[in-house]
């Protein structure tokens, strides 16, 4: 087999076997596939799409190309996976608070893609933390902490970290094949008992529509199934930011106000929904209402808190952050409000332009290898349907010069859609798949 062979079948618009499916996995792995050849086979896939059949065959082989780890713990391993979205940090509290309740966390989780954050450069916002580990360091800190959140070490499916970078930087982000395989590739190497996964739909996701979100879910939980992993997938509305900030020590913020809080609000919702059913389908809950009701206790009473503190000093970062969050996360030299420009209800919010409005500050990378700036976003962003009046604060942009803070506050105000009447706000959760 060669690359050129099985990138000539995509042009005459033919699938690739599962054996050649396999070869390029362990191409991509090896490093024998060159950046051309793995970005034309990503654009390949992206337009011409895989059978079902080859959509499981690229994932167990993408799966196949490293390690796949086993487990020696009291309870159930479990995991979390979103499909992208904005102001979406959800990670960040969920598998503290499964950990809280008895189950064990091996969060595998990747960079910013696209327009979208990611869990890992959110964590590095954290002085000190550093998300890389080393599978058997992944195991003994989720043995004696009950959760870690990492980037796939380099014996974690290989395949997938070449393929992942090339996809950012090619314009193939949103195929649903390269999506399925990506994600499910690293965690079925994870050796899960259970999964639960966040199909996002909406203006702020990769998937716009209830149809397409619908399309993800069934992939993701017919691959991952078909795989012997039980697997969930919750829809999700991603119509507006889930935390009311974009740019990651800014989220960061966001989940220690609701860690240290009360515990309430969109993202509480959205971890109950999620963790309700993954303690539900591990025997740890009576059924999914009693799991999500768990969860929310345990963010309410500060077990959550506890051991995301315990998982930031196994990974390296400050001791009392958790008392003392707010001293140790970078911030901005220029804030600049945005203001609404005429009264109105805010009628829609384009979370892919606020996304790419954050990319552009330095909080997201244009192309592979760029530095994040873990300080610069949106902060205090407005929510559907709320009333407001001209001259209103709509959001705030942190940036590190005033160029940059006015290119982003026009972006904010084209993006957030002002109306004469209330919309209608769509429901939070969607549906469940699987």
């Known amino acids: 087999m060669n690359a050129r062979a099985i990138l000539a079948k995509f042009r005459h618009r033919q699938n690739p076997t599962r054996e050649e499916l396999a070869w390029v996995a362990g191409a991509l792995a090896d490093g024998s596939l060159s950046d051309a050849q793995a970005g034309a086979f990503a654009m390949g896939v992206c337009l011409n799409g895989l059978s079902d059949v080859g959509r499981v065959s690229l994932t167990l082989a993408m799966r196949d190309s490293g390690r796949i780890m086993n487990w020696d713990v009291p309870g159930p391993v479990l995991d979390k996976h979103s499909t992208g979205g904005v102001g979406d940090c959800t990670s960040l509290l969920l598998a503290p608070a499964l950990a809280a309740c008895g189950a064990f966390v091996p969060m595998i989780s990747g960079r910013g893609l696209g327009h979208t954050g990611g869990t890992l450069d959110k964590l590095e916002a954290i002085p000190g933390v550093s998300t890389r580990m080393h599978a058997d360091r992944l195991q003994q800190t989720v043995r004696e902490v009950g959760c870690a959140i990492v980037g796939a070490s380099a014996d974690i499916a290989p395949a997938d970290k070449r393929l992942y970078a090339v996809r950012d930087v090619s314009s193939t982000v949103d195929s649903l094949d390269l999506i399925t395989a990506s994600i499910l590739s690293k965690k079925l190497a994870a050796g899960l008992d259970g999964l639960v996964l966040d199909v996002k739909i ?233």
Do not use: Y
């Open 202 to 434: 909406g203006s702020g996701a990769f998937m716009k529509t209830l149809k397409e979100g619908q399309a993800l879910a069934e992939a993701l939980t017919k691959t991952a199934n078909a795989a012997k992993c039980r697997t969930t997938a919750i829809i999700s509305d991603m119509s507006q930011p889930l935390v009311p900030a974009l740019g990651n020590a800014l989220e960061v913020a966001e989940v220690m106000r609701v860690l240290t809080g009360k515990g309430k609000g969109p993202i509480v919702d959205v971890a109950a929904a999620l963790g309700g059913v993954l303690l539900a389908n591990g025997g740890l809950a009576a059924d999914v209402q009693d799991g999500a009701d768990a969860i929310v206790k345990v963010i309410r009473n500060g077990a959550a808190a506890e051991k995301f503190a315990q998982m930031l000093a196994a990974m390296g970062g400050p001791v009392t952050f958790v008392e003392n969050w707010r001293r140790f996360l970078p911030e901005a030299t220029v804030i600049r409000e945005v203001t609404a420009p005429r009264d109105g209800f805010v009628a829609a919010i384009d979370g892919e332009q606020l996304g790419l409005a954050v990319v552009a500050l330095g909080g997201g990378r244009m192309v592979e290898g760029d530095r994040i700036n873990p300080a610069v976003g949106l902060s205090d962003i407005v929510r559907l349907g709320t009333k407001v009046s001209r001259g209103q604060v709509i959001a705030v942009v942190h940036a590190t010069r005033s160029e940059d803070a006015d290119r982003a506050a026009a972006s904010v105000t084209g993006a957030i859609a002002m109306a004469g009447s209330k919309p209608r706000i769509p429901e939070l959760i969607q549906e469940r798949v699987g």
